[in-house]
């Protein structure tokens, strides 16, 4: 059964920094992009970044370059996301995704999706 679970949020002071996982089961992430994605209530969902589990190459959204960092484990079949300096505008509930294919950020282009976990940014 193929699985992906997110784990890492919370609440954090703005300019925080918080490490998202997302671990997948089921299935080898070779050959996958995951994707992490996030959505703030009466929003649509956004693509924040994403990264080829076989080499690595990665994108991001503009409003994370320069905050947010993805990087794989492959031995663990684990994704990170590294977020530092948070904004209040970061809120959302953050989710992970994969597929099959090259690297983008449009979440109905992905296939298999987490939970999502909720970060929240305040003071």
């Known amino acids: 059964q193929v699985q992906l679970v997110e784990s890492g949020g919370g609440l954090v002071q703005p300019g925080g920094s918080l490490r998202l996982s997302c671990a997948a089961s089921?299935?080898?992430?070779?050959?996958?992009?995951i994707g992490w994605f996030r959505q703030a209530p009466g929003k649509e969902r956004e693509g924040v970044s994403c990264i080829s589990v076989s080499d690595g190459s990665t994108q991001y959204a503009d409003s994370v370059k320069g905050r947010f960092t993805v990087s794989r484990d492959n031995a663990k079949n684990t994704v990170y996301l590294q977020m530092n300096s948070l904004k209040p505008e970061d809120t959302a509930v953050y989710y992970c995704a994969a597929r099959i294919g090259d690297l983008v950020l449009f979440a109905n282009w992905y296939d298999y999706w987490g939970q999502g976990t909720q970060v929240t940014v305040s003071s």
């Open positions: 089921g299935f080898p992430l070779d050959y996958h992009a």
